[in-house]
């Protein structure tokens, strides 16, 4: 008997042991799944931030090059630039004056004697500022791109675009002397079939292209001709 109760007394206690090595296992695999679960969450939180924040960056217009918006030059339909002698530097007119330009748009003449500052980047024909006034950016270097009011859509997404880009190219200046706004037609029409224009005061004549379609190849050609140190008074803001 003795040696039976021994026997039952050593099967008990590996029972035991048994079943306590299989909780362990069981606990160790609750931890292990704690963990890996823990892993794809935190990896999925990770994710869930980084891919948008790369993508935002890699779309970031800042970060493209600015010819590679909108049409190519070819297809454009942009007539050649043309200059004219440069007239009204200095020529300051109380704020409020209607001024009636020769040209459509102006690259120079007379103007309000305070330019938009600090200029946005991008205006929309509820908020731009007077063309008398943004005539005077020109005079500080600015190039402006006007857009008529048939521009919509994805040809204004691109033009925010190339507002953007274009503000990151050192011919514009430190202070980003580029301004795309839309053009106010009682000022006069675009000739038919132009629909986006440019224009730069030089230090000696004034600049204009006319085009059909947006085209960021053409945008950067002209601010890399005349770029925003060319122009009656570069230095000012």
Not at 16 to 31: C, H, N, P, T
Not at 87 to 99: C, L, M, N, P, V
């Amino acid at each position: 008997m003795p040696n039976k109760t021994k026997q039952t007394d050593r099967d008990r206690r590996a029972k035991i042991e048994a079943m306590r090595q299989a909780e362990r296992a069981r606990e160790r695999r609750k931890s292990m799944l704690f963990v890996v679960l823990a892993a794809v969450v935190g990896l999925g939180l990770v994710a869930a931030a980084a891919v948008p924040a790369y993508l935002n960056s890699r779309n970031d217009p800042a970060k493209k090059a600015l010819s590679s918006f909108g049409v190519g030059q070819a297809d454009a339909d942009c007539d050649p630039v043309t200059s004219d002698e440069a007239t009204g530097s200095a020529d300051h007119q109380e704020e409020g004056t209607r001024i009636d330009y020769a040209d459509v748009p102006p690259s120079s003449g007379p103007h309000w004697a305070q330019a938009a500052f600090p200029a946005k980047e991008f205006y929309t024909a509820k908020d731009r500022p007077a063309v008398e006034q943004l005539v005077h950016n020109l005079e500080h270097g600015y190039t402006i791109l006007w857009y008529d009011k048939t521009i919509k859509g994805d040809d204004l997404d691109t033009l925010k675009d190339i507002a953007v880009s274009a503000r990151t190219k050192d011919s514009v200046g430190p202070t980003g002397k580029f301004i795309v706004t839309a053009w106010d037609d009682s000022y006069g029409n675009f000739p038919e079939g132009k629909h986006i224009a440019l224009s730069h005061w030089g230090a000696q004549k004034g600049h204009r292209q006319l085009c059909g379609g947006v085209s960021g190849e053409v945008v950067n050609r002209f601010i890399e001709r005349f770029p925003a140190t060319d122009a009656p008074e570069p230095n000012a803001a």
